[in-house]
């Protein structure tokens, strides 16, 4: 019971650490934010958050890889679904159960995610996210479903295109108040991902 509560007490504290992390981001950018801006803000002293972190910049990369872990957890659940769904239809507007997932999963996240995408967050995130987003989905390995030798235009320049895009929306999405539930959002960017721009302009049909 005890190591359980200290758990919990870890999660709680951890959980302290980054709402105060993302509401100064919001108020004042990354840039200058001080460990005890932090712990002030967290209600926390300082020996409890560095028994957690090196400093601001361990806390920042900590809290976006458990971005892309989980991202990378829920594309790999929903691969086979996105195959099936593209054997079957090939130019499908149905929103693939991927996308919803990962809209589902944005939108529980989407203070932090909001903070970190802005103009005051991290701006190293966003090539982070696009190389992240290039080897899950469509790099060169065994579990992408586009292979790079099928490219038909070079592969670093489909990759900046196709990350550049998909931030893109959804930093829109966040940034517009999500409007849009995560299912239509999936069914927007399916859309425009696999039919391609001019399809979803309505100017090809």
Not at 28 to 37: L, R
Not at 51 to 60: G, N, P, S, T
Not at 156 to 170: E, F, P, R
């Amino acid at each position: 019971m005890r190591n359980n509560n200290a758990d919990l007490r870890v999660i709680r504290t951890k959980e302290l650490i980054r709402n105060a992390l993302v509401e100064l981001i919001n108020e004042k950018g990354f840039e200058a934010i001080t460990v005890k801006d932090i712990t002030t803000r967290a209600k926390i002293n300082r020996g409890t958050f560095y028994a957690h972190y090196q400093d601001k910049f361990d806390l920042m990369n900590k809290c976006e890889e458990e971005i892309m872990i989980d991202m990378s957890r829920i594309t790999n659940q929903n691969f086979p679904s996105v195959i099936a769904a593209l054997e079957t239809d090939p130019k499908t507007m149905t929103p693939f159960s991927l996308t919803v997932r990962l809209f589902e999963y944005l939108n529980i996240n989407s203070e932090f995610m909001k903070a970190v995408l802005g103009p005051k967050g991290d701006l190293s995130f966003q090539t982070r996210l696009k190389e992240f987003m290039w080897e899950t989905l469509y790099g060169n390995n065994q579990n992408a479903f586009i292979k790079e030798e099928n490219f038909l235009v070079p592969g670093q320049y489909l990759a900046s295109y196709m990350g550049t895009a998909i931030i893109g929306v959804i930093h829109q999405w966040l940034e517009s108040g999500r409007k849009e539930s995560p299912q239509e959002m999936a069914r927007i960017l399916t859309t425009i991902t696999v039919n391609g721009p001019y399809f979803a302009a309505g100017l090809k049909k």
